[in-house]
């Protein structure tokens, strides 16, 4: 069964650092999404990625932040200067359209970022 | 803000029990809701989803029920399994497709 991958399944980085998280959506998926969750808290919508472009964000997903698919497979999510308050697990999701039964959002496993 | 809330943060029931995990929500605007499962150090994994034009939706083993004049949403998982002890959150959009909005979840606990 296809499955939505990331990379790395966790990272630990100093204050003010970049990291870059890496998604492989489901393949014949359109529709790219960012979440995060704080440890202990719900999960919180970052962004959503369509056709080479930003569809929708959240006040979380502020210029510190910024995603990229660099060729067919990947989707990458950046934070520029890391700050102790990222520190969460970042899911990756994907989903294939918008017609009906065809937009369920498929969760990846996570990558935990650990920003000391 | 729009959130959506679980009305309980825990529920502990025997194998074999039917289970049920309640959620109500705060958007009236709200086409979509959908229902993950979330075992420790994972993803969140769907179960199922509705839309606001039905009211149930059955699948296996579970049936999400939608009353929008509440605006309330439930999970029942019949026959309960240890296999079923997770975090179960359910979540909402305008759209499907567009951003979900999650609630804080319910953990599972289910005793043999």
């Known amino acids: 069964e296809p499955e939505v991958t990331q990379t790395p399944s966790h990272q630990v980085t100093q204050m003010g650092q970049e990291v870059i998280l890496r998604c492989v959506p489901i393949s014949n998926h359109l529709y790219f999404y960012w979440y995060r969750q704080i440890l202990g808290q719900k999960v919180e919508f970052l962004v959503s990625f369509y056709n080479n472009e930003i569809s929708e964000k959240s006040e979380i997903f502020d210029d510190q932040f910024s995603v990229e698919r660099p060729d067919g497979s990947n989707f990458t999510l950046k934070i520029r200067s890391t700050k102790l308050e990222d520190s969460a697990m970042y899911f990756c999701?994907?989903?294939?359209?918008?017609?009906?039964?065809?937009?369920?959002?498929?969760f990846g496993p996570g990558t935990r970022l650990t920003v000391l | 803000g729009e959130s959506v809330g679980l009305h309980l943060p825990t529920l502990s029931v025997q194998e074999g029990d039917n289970s049920i995990i309640n959620c109500a929500y705060s958007?009236?605007?709200?086409?979509?809701f959908i229902w993950y499962k979330q075992e420790s150090g994972k993803g969140p994994q769907f179960i199922i989803d509705?839309?606001?034009?039905?009211d149930k939706r059955q699948g296996q083993r579970v049936t999400v029920l939608l009353n929008k004049t509440v605006k309330h949403l439930s999970l029942q998982i019949a026959a309960t399994q240890p296999g079923d002890s997770a975090v179960y959150f359910c979540a909402e959009s305008i759209q499907a497709g567009t951003a979900l909005i999650f609630g804080k979840g319910t953990t599972l606990s289910v005793s043999s």
């Open positions: 999701a994907s989903s294939s359209s918008l017609e009906r039964g065809a937009d369920t959002q498929y």
């Open positions: 509705i839309r606001s034009n039905m």
């Open positions: 958007n009236s605007a709200s086409d979509y």
